[in-house]
């Protein structure tokens, strides 16, 4: 009874917390902040979860855990409802494009699932020192949120190109252990990618709710998915890690169609047409209905009084808005164009 009070305290409530704080990221965060906010953030809770297992285990597997589970959750709460206000969202229609971001990214985090678990797991059983080796792996794994986060940020073919090298050292990391190489150093390898993998599924889904807010619920998919990977893998997961030739199959078909639907996402997203990059801008920079219709004739060079004529508005009104849009976005029209056709960095 212990036990299931503690973890219905610590994840019944740590899922709506973690749903909800994705959502913050998504409607508060700019995205060119997005991977380093989200990145120390993780960080911290991981180095958290390391710090639990240092308490006697007659603490942190008993009821008196809830001692130190409980005043965070009610911090936590408090922080959230003292500092967050949440802008109120229209309901919008999904695009074909959308629908099809949506669904090719949720397949590649339920695939990236598999390839974590299974090469994480096969891992922890190679490994004798259970909590020197935990501790080890969370800081492999800060280290690579971190660098992973700033990535994200700053340079996203990097960040790309990083996390297709994760999805291979899954398989790589299978093989090496077979071949009886180094523990430590596949372990270190193993949760330093994981944390390109952990950035790719959550701001994947945050970076959708730019330009469709309603849905922002969505930014926690990422998240909810890789957990139910794990409650299915744990039905075939033991007869696979016995198995390795099947485990070699289950990995390399899932890498397949990882590395394919990877690549198609990231072309498709190379293709931004004109109208998304107006979206985006609007949606960043908080421009009212008109003031986005505005700027889109504004993108394609029209005068004041073309703009005017295409709106059936005044001359005045028009000049109102172009003056309010260059003070919400702080551009000129040449820095507004160029900023739409370069993209969102």
Request: proline residues 1%; glycine residues 6%.
């Amino acid at each position: 009874m212990s036990i299931c009070l503690c973890l219905t305290c610590l994840f019944g409530t740590a899922g709506f917390g973690a749903g909800y704080h994705f959502s913050l990221l998504a409607l508060n965060v700019d995205k060119e902040y997005r991977g380093r906010v989200f990145a120390i953030g993780y960080g911290l809770g991981s180095v958290g979860t390391y710090l639990l297992i240092l308490l006697p285990s007659d603490y942190y597997t008993s009821i008196l855990s809830l001692t130190l589970y409980i005043p965070i959750i009610l911090l936590n709460l408090f922080l959230v409802l003292k500092y967050t206000v949440l802008e109120e969202l229209k309901k919008e229609k999904y695009s074909k494009s959308f629908k099809s971001s949506f669904i090719k990214i949720s397949i590649i985090v339920l695939s990236m699932s598999l390839l974590s678990a299974l090469s994480t797991d096969a891992i922890s059983v190679h490994t004798i020192n259970i909590s020197g080796g935990y501790g080890g792996t969370r800081l492999y794994y800060c280290i690579g949120l971190l660098i992973a986060g700033f990535l994200v940020d700053k340079n996203k073919n990097v960040f790309d190109n990083l996390t297709i090298v994760s999805f291979i050292f899954s398989l790589l990391a299978i093989i090496l252990l077979k071949d009886n190489y180094s523990i430590n150093l596949i372990a270190a390898l193993s949760y330093f990618f994981i944390g390109f993998f952990v950035l790719f599924r959550t701001i994947s889904f945050i970076d959708l709710t730019d330009t469709k807010r309603s849905i922002v619920f969505a930014s926690a998919f990422g998240l909810m998915y890789s957990r139910i990977m794990e409650g299915i893998l744990t039905l075939v997961e033991n007869r696979l890690l016995k198995n390795y030739t099947a485990l070699i199959i289950t990995i390399s078909i899932s890498l397949a169609i990882l590395i394919f639907l990877f690549l198609l996402l990231y072309f498709q997203t190379q293709k931004l047409t004109e109208s998304d990059m107006i979206k985006a801008l609007s949606i960043k920079y908080k421009l009212t209905n008109q003031e986005e219709k505005v700027l889109n004739y504004l993108i394609q060079g029209k005068s004041n009084q073309e703009i005017a004529d295409s709106l059936y508005i005044s001359l005045y009104t028009v000049k109102r808005h172009v003056a309010n849009i260059y003070k919400k976005t702080n551009m000129n029209k040449k820095e507004l164009i160029e900023k739409c056709y370069l993209g969102l960095k």
